[in-house]
């Protein structure tokens, strides 16, 4: 038999932010493990949820949280993860996700329904979240590019941010080249050596002239100084054209004119003997075209007003 589950437990097995009605198969749990949900911790889920689909997330995580501060539940801590998986705080929902598979159990859903959950937004996370790059290059002082964007120091404090997906990798000093390619998995770390040949570095070694006047050439180009690259963010730098601003004098103005030429396209067509003789006449081409400005007119100046 297929049961419903209160909002608030749903939201924890969502595969969006968007609320939806869903039925798990009800699972025998033991005894020993089921936890009692009282009205207080019911209503704080209630609340976050709610404030989850005002997109108010920070006031969601305090509900969400003072629930907790209650007692501990399952569903709760992945409802807290979900929140801060949407709000792009992964590092955190993979922190409470590990909470939730230690943490006091209800029995709807079930705990083998809870960690299939968890599991689901885990995969979701390694589409969405940034990984990890930990890159070594020999020589250190090598340019760095990555999908063109550079160039960037080689070496950092620690490894590199960024969004899953794959990525080119270019290490260049002098005039040789070493390439690679990273595939980044949201919330994995992957290492990668960019290295010239024995052959190469010695070389290198021998021009140590030439390698003076390319460090101060890459110093000098450098764009970046910071260990992690969005090339998401790059891309955003680039303004959308501001859109003309509205005049409501031009408005005003269309509009007299308008009703000018209708004033008179009026008159053309009632005034005149030869407007009511039952005659198609030249005047009656001058009517028509008054009429067509006017409606013409009227529309430019209803769009520039409002």
């Known amino acids: 038999m297929d049961v419903s589950y209160p909002r608030w437990i749903r939201y924890g097995l969502q595969l969006t932010v968007t609320l939806v ?7 025998a ?32 995580i305090r509900l969400f949280e ?20 949407h ?20 029995d709807q859903p079930a705990p083998d329904q809870i960690e299939a959950a968890v599991q689901m937004y885990r995969d979701e ?3 969405n979240c940034a990984g990890y790059l930990e890159l070594t290059c ?12 550079g160039p960037l120091r080689c070496h950092s404090d620690g490894p590199r941010e960024l969004r899953a ?34 052959e190469e570095l010695a070389q290198v070694e021998e021009r140590k002239d030439e390698l003076a006047e390319f460090e101060e050439d890459v110093d000098a180009l450098r764009k970046f100084e910071t260990d ?23 408005g005003i103005v269309l509009l007299s004119s308008g009703v000018a030429s209708l004033a008179g396209a009026v008159a053309l067509d009632v005034v005149p003997d030869r407007a009511s003789n039952g005659e198609f006449n030249t005047i009656n081409f001058v009517a028509a075209g008054l009429y067509g400005s006017a409606l013409g007119l009227g529309i430019m100046g209803i769009r520039s007003t409002w």
Not at 21 to 27: K, P, R
Not at 138 to 149: C, F, K, R, S, T
């Open 21 to 27: 009605v869903i039925s798990l198969a009800s699972t």
């Open 29 to 60: 749990v033991a005894d020993e493990a089921l936890i009692e949900i009282s009205e207080g911790q019911l209503d704080l889920n209630e609340q976050g949820i709610q404030a989850v689909q005002d997109e108010d997330y920070e006031r969601a």
């Open 66 to 85: 003072a629930s907790l501060d209650l007692g501990e539940l399952n569903i709760t801590y992945v409802n807290l993860a979900r929140v801060y998986q």
């Open 87 to 106: 709000a792009g705080d992964c590092q955190r929902a993979e922190e409470l996700y590990e909470k939730a598979m230690d943490a006091p159990r209800v």
């Open 125 to 127: 996370m390694a589409d």
């Open 138 to 149: 020999n020589p250190e002082n090598m340019a760095l590019y990555i999908d063109g964007l």
């Open 165 to 198: 997906g794959s990525y080119e990798l270019r290490g260049e000093i002098l005039d040789f080249q070493v390439d690679a390619v990273a595939e980044i998995i949201g919330m994995d770390h992957i290492a990668v050596e960019l290295s010239l040949t024995e």
């Open 228 to 250: 992690s690259v969005d090339l998401d963010e790059e891309l955003a730098e680039v303004d959308a054209p501001p859109m003309p601003e509205r005049s409501s004098t031009m």
